[in-house]
T-cell receptor, first 113, second 115 residues
């Protein structure tokens, strides 16, 4: 119930292409779904987040698509750049004040020039 | 935006000694902070949830006597790895919950190496 499943484990995309990473969750109490970007030796940095009352959110080249009925959400990176090469984590948490953030397994993205 | 400062960024210690890691929320009050451990090429594993002024809640399998957590103020939480051993070597990351903005901000992490 607490799991967040993320795929693929790794992804190679050509520069300018679209990177797509998918996540699925089970706990219907989750109501906050962020995506984080992590570079080696650094802490995760928030990219974009969504609540279940909207089906899509876009910020620059990053878009979250959310399917509440399927309990799935995905990250799309448009016009992928070599600087986007990093590890991406989806996560989910319930809305309580002490709600834990549960992470997916991570996706290592490599954008080839 | 919300900033969380974590120190030190890396530390090397001898086996059997203790190491303290600090996590500070710089521009917001964090009633709840979280401590994670991350092994190479793996996801973040939640170790414990730290609430200001009360005892931390540890995840199953995490030794609370080895990983001492103190959250004495609304802006500071500390993780002390006691009697460290080489198997405790890892990347430790803290996170603070900004209740007003409903976000989780992460520190930059601490690389602990026990020799």
């Amino acid at each position: 119930q607490q799991q967040v499943k993320q795929s693929p484990q790794s992804l190679i995309v050509q520069k300018g292409g679209i990177s797509i990473i998918n996540c699925a969750y089970e706990n219907t109490a989750f109501d906050y779904f962020p995506w984080y970007q992590q570079f080696p030796g650094k802490g995760p940095a928030l990219l974009i987040a969504i609540r279940p009352d909207v089906s899509e959110k876009k910020e620059g080249r990053f878009t979250i698509s959310f399917n509440k009925s399927a309990k799935q959400f995905s990250l799309h990176i448009m016009d992928s750049q070599p600087g986007d090469s990093a590890t991406y984590f989806c996560a989910a948490s319930p809305s309580s004040n002490t709600g834990k953030l549960i992470f997916g397994q991570g996706t290592t993205l490599q954008v080839k020039p | 935006g919300a900033v969380v400062s974590q120190h030190p960024s890396w530390v090397i210690c001898k086996s059997g000694t203790s190491v303290k890691i600090e996590c500070r929320s710089l521009d917001f009050q964090a009633t709840t902070m979280f401590w994670y451990r991350q092994f190479p090429k793996q996801s973040l594993m939640l170790m414990a949830t730290s609430n200001e002024g009360s005892k931390a809640t540890y995840e199953q399998g995490v030794e609370k006597d080895k990983f001492l957590i103190n959250h004495a103020s609304l802006t500071l939480s500390t993780l002390t790895v006691t009697s460290a051993h080489p198997e405790d070597s890892s990347f430790y990351i803290c996170s603070a919950r900004d209740v007003q903005n409903y976000g989780y901000t992460f520190g930059s992490g601490t690389r602990l190496t026990v020799v």
